[in-house]
């Protein structure tokens, strides 16, 4: 079986080869691609796939535009962060999508979905771009933070990591300095962008340029020094390990 990834998210693209590789031991993968211009390019020179996984919006633009250029001959699962309405209303129109982030299980039923050739080949773009355009995710710009009897709003890009401890979450910036939040790092994690922070574990959410070292550790775990933390023993577990090394490698 042979699948096109059509992604600009280079950590994305390359979980998703790692779970269906894992799930569909004879997959085998064309050129991963992240712009409407190179896929366009791609089916000009190349025969159709058996399976395409398409991202929404690309760096150049939105997915919509290849399909409307030319006439594809695969089917298509699309990869989305849109709520519930719009997934609803991919199922009425019988094509499949995977809401990011990708679920193993919901990728393995939609790979047999398309085995067992319940996968419409016909795309309504016209019904997608009025569902999808809608619901584009925004993330936060700025958090208010506490300090002592003061109320202050830290943009995010002055910040380095988020952290709990004992059941308290706080937001520590470039600086060093550190505020108490008044939500949960579930929440947190929900309103900022993942290509920027990563969920290091249940304690750390943290920004790029906040990881200091990185260093290998016992059971294939890795055990990470942040910039201005007083933490030496920040673990990453090994389920955790290849995506967080695809966040680091864009």
Not at 141 to 152: A, H
């Amino acid at each position: 079986m042979k699948i096109l990834i059509i992604e600009d998210e280079k950590p994305a693209a390359n979980r998703l080869e790692r779970l269906l590789s894992a799930h569909f031991p004879e997959v085998q993968f064309g050129e991963n691609l992240d712009t409407v211009t190179k896929a366009l390019r791609w089916f000009g020179e190349n025969a159709a796939p058996d399976l395409i996984f398409c991202d929404i919006q690309l760096a150049d633009g939105i997915s919509f535009e290849i399909f409307e250029k030319l006439k594809v001959a695969a089917p298509v699962i699309f990869t989305t962060a849109f709520d519930q309405y719009a997934i609803r209303a991919f199922q009425v129109n019988a094509i499949d999508y995977l809401l990011k982030p990708i679920d193993p299980a919901e990728l393995a039923r939609a790979v047999d979905k398309f085995k067992s050739r319940q996968v419409k080949q016909v795309l309504d773009l016209e019904l997608l771009k009025g569902l999808l355009q809608p619901e584009r995710r925004v993330f936060k710009n700025r958090f208010l933070v506490r300090f002592g009897e003061k109320i202050q709003s830290i943009a995010v890009e002055e910040v380095a990591f988020f952290f709990s401890e004992e059941r308290v979450t706080f937001l520590q910036t470039k600086e060093g300095k550190k505020y108490v939040l008044d939500s949960t790092l579930e929440q947190v994690e929900n309103q900022i962008d993942p290509a920027v922070f990563f969920r290091i574990n249940r304690k750390y959410l943290c920004r790029v340029e906040a990881v200091d070292e990185v260093l290998t550790y016992s059971n294939s775990r890795l055990k990470v020094k942040l910039t201005n933390s007083a933490d030496s023993d920040i673990l990453i577990s090994r389920e955790k390990v290849g995506d967080f090394k695809d966040w680091l490698d864009r």
